[in-house]
């Protein structure tokens, strides 16, 4: 999967915001699981080239085909068993009162209504573990919402509302969470300081004493070692880390001569003592070579 460029905040906050009254709670719930598909799921041209649109339409339809979700919702039914108690009673009260529809994509699959089902029952569930026509129904509930089709004050509406919050929140917070954050660095705001910082365009908050002192990559080449290891990013660093990316940058620039010498300059400019010139010999011992070649009149 490849994922969108995509602030994962957008996504969580309607999650967070679904812990409302049921009516509330549902449409803040399905708009999370509406960004989730079409902002970090799936990309527009796979949708596309499944269905000729990217309607939201062909998004429901391709994670009704996600084998990977189908199987996973009946892991979670497994799991937990009061979740299973609530989806075979949901089950039950549409058998009952089917959620019918004017047209008919229950049991369906395919991105062509023409080519769905026409002898299948409508508007049920067959079973707990029929997770096409649990995402239908979450579909459903939403165009009623939406378009106004739901009443507050009707009983079979509120309860419709109440099984359409209770089995999404249930799947996104324990399926669709955790697979945004096992793919996300956090805090997200790092992501860009790291790169700006290993660039030499951000400093580092340093602890000094009972203070605390500003160092920007250049600088932490020579600082003292009591001050690492350094946090960043949720994980420690040490000088030996912070050498490695400088190398690292060094090595990409080598196509480049002008920014080559320009983050030499940045490393060298940075020792102010003998001792800290024999550090940089020591530090760059590998990458050395390479300048030289690059920069045949460079003073290393």
């Known amino acids: ?42 990309r527009e041209d796979e949708i596309r080239h499944k269905s000729g649109n990217i309607k939201e339409r062909s998004y429901i339809q391709n994670i009704k ?21 609530v989806v075979q009673e949901l089950t039950v009260f549409l058998q009952n009162e089917p959620l019918v529809s004017d047209v008919n994509w229950w049991s369906c699959t395919s991105f062509d209504c023409g080519q769905c089902p026409t002898n299948n ?5 067959v079973n707990e573990t029929d997770f096409v026509n649990v995402v239908e129904f979450w579909y459903q509930v939403r165009n009623n919402l939406f378009h106004a089709g739901k009443n507050p004050d009707n009983k079979r509406d509120e309860k419709l509302v109440a ?17 945004i ?3 996300t660095m956090h ?12 660039t030499g365009k951000a400093e580092a908050m340093v602890k000094v004493g009972n203070s605390d002192a500003c160092a920007n990559v250049y600088e932490l080449l020579f600082t003292d070692e009591k001050f690492f290891p350094l946090i960043l990013n949720g994980k ?35 020792a ?29």
């Open 121 to 125: 029952p409508k508007g049920i569930i």
């Open 187 to 198: 805090p997200a705001i790092w992501e860009e300081f790291e790169h700006k910082f290993f």
């Open 236 to 270: 420690q660093i040490d000088r030996a880390y912070i050498i490695d990316k400088l190398s690292f940058n060094l090595t990409n620039l080598y196509g480049d001569p002008y920014l080559l010498k320009e983050e030499w300059d940045n490393i060298t400019r940075t």
């Open 272 to 300: 102010r003592t003998p001792e800290d010139k024999a550090k940089i010999a020591e530090y760059f011992s590998s990458v050395i070579p390479l300048v030289k070649d690059a920069i045949p009149d460079l003073e290393v």
């Open 1 to 42: 999967m490849l994922t969108n460029m995509v602030d994962i905040s957008l996504i969580k906050n309607w999650h967070e915001k679904a812990k409302e009254d049921y009516f509330s709670r549902y449409i803040f719930e399905y708009l999370a699981f509406e960004a989730f598909l079409k902002k970090y799921k799936y």
């Open 65 to 85: 085909n996600d084998a990977d979700y189908s199987s996973k919702w009946s892991e979670l039914l497994t799991n937990k068993k009061d979740f299973k108690k």
């Open 181 to 183: 954050e096992q793919r």
């Open 163 to 179: 099984y359409a919050y209770a089995t999404l929140s249930v799947f996104f917070e324990d399926i669709l969470l955790p697979e």
